[in-house]
């Protein structure tokens, strides 16, 4: 099975910011969109923001408000997820993810993941 890496996660204050990356096989990349989705302790994985093929479409969850960004650097295989003005409801795992077609905020549908990384947000 085809992974992806995340990375960047840690313990960061409330209100403080931090980037995620995602590195991906070429196969899992190019002309896929990618996405980041979190699960909290207890909770069920939840959607967090995607970017297509092109970077020129991205989805956010409601929930974020504006304080994330997405973007991708296909030279890099990499996707990234600048969140600022982190709250403490942000703490989850967070996952990232690729799917050959279209944006779909069902996890279940996606089809490469990474092994997650962990971000705390301390108040």
């Known amino acids: 099975q085809v992974q992806l890496i995340e990375s960047g996660g840690g313990l960061v204050q409330a209100g403080k910011s931090l980037t995620l990356s995602c590195v991906a096989p070429?196969?899992?990349?190019?002309?896929?969109?990618l996405g980041w989705f979190r699960q909290a302790p207890g909770q069920s994985r939840e959607f967090v923001a995607s970017?297509?093929?092109?970077?020129?479409?991205?989805n956010y969850a409601h929930s974020i408000q504006g304080r994330f960004t997405i973007s991708r650097d296909d030279a890099k295989n990499t996707v990234y997820l600048q969140m600022n003005s982190l709250k403490p409801e942000d703490t989850a795992v967070y996952y990232c993810?690729?799917?050959?077609?279209?944006?779909?905020?069902?996890?279940?549908?996606?089809?490469?993941w990474g092994q997650g990384t962990q971000v705390t947000v301390s108040s």
């Open positions: 070429r196969r899992a990349f190019g002309g896929y969109t």
């Open positions: 993810a690729s799917i050959r077609t279209d944006y779909n905020s069902n996890w279940r549908v996606w089809d490469f």
């Open positions: 970017i297509d093929y092109s970077g020129g479409r991205t």
